[in-house]
């Protein structure tokens, strides 16, 4: 079965009771035991739920995976994964991440001995300086957020194989339809469904996938016993969702390039970060691990001005200045000030992260609309 069928076939079956096409929503906590321990495979919500077994079957199918989760929200799956750890144990990890990652590693998960290395990962070599006995994780994001870095999946693997290592990638820029990791070697993809795959910003979840079924099996356990679900009714709008993320994705690439060389031409615009140039650092790797460069554009003015980057997400009116990403919307945001104000000024602009940084999510509109909003916007 191809992509297009997978997003809405995948893992699906029509509900048995009346044919559902649709998975209806199974807005129920508990279930009938015709005995102790009898049941039709739902015994609580918690653990199991009908509607959200769709979700996470289609998870699995359009990943190449076997088993999917669902969590209430990215950093909720994230959690998860770092609490298959022990005190004293070591994670290797992007260090251009997403803020909230971020935050859970050094302010949560430092606190119980779980040590962090955050360092440039675009040179796989690299990596393995970092490794030592108590090295457990590597924790990757490509394209990374927001500065747009390419990250060799299958090398970063190869160093995680060679040391015995878990090898987790987040995969919530790309989407399995450009890129899928386990195919490449990950042994976790990581999702925060509410962007893409949901791609409608009206829910918030999160999302795992392996193919291991120990690695599977720990990671229910995990979920069951912290219980950091998402209920039947975001599993529907999400399950929604991507049944139509091919379309959607095709769109979001078509302007996503248009916008990325309409900026990179304009006379006020110092950099724009975007995979798909072909001076971007690992272009070449990203057209080997990726089918496109999807939507998530970011970009700098020339001066590095605070205020001018500031005023030009203000004025902007397609584009809305909002937290997130990955919906039919367009959406602006400073990372700075919002998305990564958790991490450190210092530790934001080794990265790149510096004040006058503006990210953009690129909408399905038209994108002659969006560009005369930026265009307005920018002066």
Known sequence: MKFNTKTIHGGQQHDPAYGSVMPPIYQ?????????????????????????????DSFASIENGKFGLAFGSGLAAIDAVVKLLQPGDEVISTNDLYGGTYRLFTKIFEGFGI???FIGMENADKISDYVNENTKLIWVETPTNPMMNIIDIKAVAAVSKKHNLLLAVDN??????????????????????????????????????????????????????????????????????IKTLHIRMQRHCENGEAIA??????????????????????????????DGFGGMISFVT?????????????????FTLAESLGGVESLAGHPASMTHASIPKQEREKTGVVDSLIRLSVGIEDVDDLIADLEQAIG
């Open 28 to 56: 129920t906590s508990t279930y009938a035991q015709t005995t102790p321990g009898g049941h039709k495979g739902f015994e609580y919500s918690r653990t199991h739920n009908p509607t959200r077994k769709a979700l996470e």
């Open 261 to 290: 060389k309409y900026l990179q031409n304009h006379p006020k615009i110092e950099k724009v970060y975007w995979p798909g140039f072909e001076d971007h650092p690992n272009h070449e790797i990203a057209k080997s691990q990726m």
């Open 172 to 241: 919530t820029f790309a989407t399995p339809y450009l890129q899928r990791p386990l195919d490449l070697g990950a042994d976790i993809v990581m999702h925060s469904a509410t962007k893409y795959l949901g791609g409608h910003s009206d829910v918030v979840m999160g999302a795992l996938i392996v193919k291991d079924s120990e690695l599977a099996e720990r990671l229910y356990f995990i979920q069951n016993a912290s219980g950091a679900v998402c209920g039947p009714q975001d599993s529907f709008l999400v399950l929604r969702g």
């Open 115 to 117: 040590k962090f290395h």
């Open 302 to 318: 020339k001066g590095n001005d605070y205020d001018q980057a500031i005023k030009i997400v203000e004025k902007l009116k397609i």
